[in-house]
């Protein structure tokens, strides 16, 4: 059995035998994916880069909607918030372009265009923080731009305050929102976003049938927000407190 099937199976044994809601009575919260849930993983994405800088405003001078993001992280296998745990999120501007890399330019029909835009030396909309005691963080960014053939996302990356594996998911978005979004200014010159995937469907990415990565969006007198929580284990907490030889070595 995989290490991942293994700790799934864990977790999910943890939850029917009532012992994470034994153990969250006094911190389970109603957000997002709902309490002490794990949050499924996904692919990282090819635009994924190694340096992402340590803020909450990720805007820069990007143009868009404003939306921020509640993110709490916890741990299933004991329904406790994890402090420490370093956050990482990055998505498309509105043009739907990803700073770091050197984005291919589509054609209308979403075929290559043969044309590049180069943004390598940019950071825009990416960023990382560390949770607070609480497990929290907050990130305030744009409302992500679509490109063909994908549904509106963004990627998320948890990384352990210790040891253990990062947990890699990626996060969409209501498709009634995005109309209403790509109808404003900043995206009406591209209109919506012709992939319009719903929970359920078929789809090579197979975590667009999970709900629960489905942000709950609210709105605000200049955008969005989305309060989510952020489902995980890291197994090498299941080994208690790590030697030197280990933190270090």
Not at 44 to 68: H, I
Not at 103 to 126: C, I, M, Y
Not at 175 to 189: F, G, K, L
Request: negative net charge; contains cysteine; glycine residues 10%.
């Amino acid at each position: 059995m995989k290490r991942r099937q293994m700790i799934t199976g864990l977790a999910a044994l943890a939850g029917s035998a009532g012992l994470g809601r034994v153990l969250a009575q006094d911190t389970q919260s109603a957000i997002g994916a709902g309490a002490c849930r794990l949050t499924r993983q996904d692919v990282t994405g090819p635009f994924y880069v190694d340096f992402y800088p340590d803020r909450a405003n990720l805007m820069e001078s990007e143009k868009g909607l404003p939306l921020t993001l509640d993110f709490m992280v916890r741990d299933v296998m004991s329904c406790k918030p994890v402090p420490g745990a370093r956050v990482v999120i990055w998505h498309a501007n509105a043009e739907g372009y990803y700073s770091g890399v050197e984005n291919p330019v589509l054609a209308a029909d979403g075929t290559l265009s043969g044309d590049t835009a180069d943004f390598r030396e940019a950071t825009f909309l990416r960023g990382q923080q560390t949770t607070d005691a609480s497990g929290r963080v907050r990130f305030v960014t744009a409302y992500p731009g679509w490109y063909f053939p994908r549904a509106t996302h963004l990627h998320v990356k948890v990384l352990p305050p210790d040891f253990g594996e990062e947990h890699t998911t990626q996060l969409y978005f209501p498709n009634a929102i995005n109309d209403m979004v790509y109808a404003s200014e900043h995206y009406v010159h591209r209109g919506p976003n012709p992939t319009r995937k719903q929970p359920g469907d078929d789809s090579p990415i197979f975590s667009y049938g999970d709900e629960s990565l489905w942000l709950n969006l609210k709105r605000t007198s200049d955008g969005f927000e989305a309060a989510h929580e952020l489902g995980v284990v890291f197994y090498g907490n299941m080994f208690g407190p790590l030697t030197d030889h280990y933190r270090h070595g």
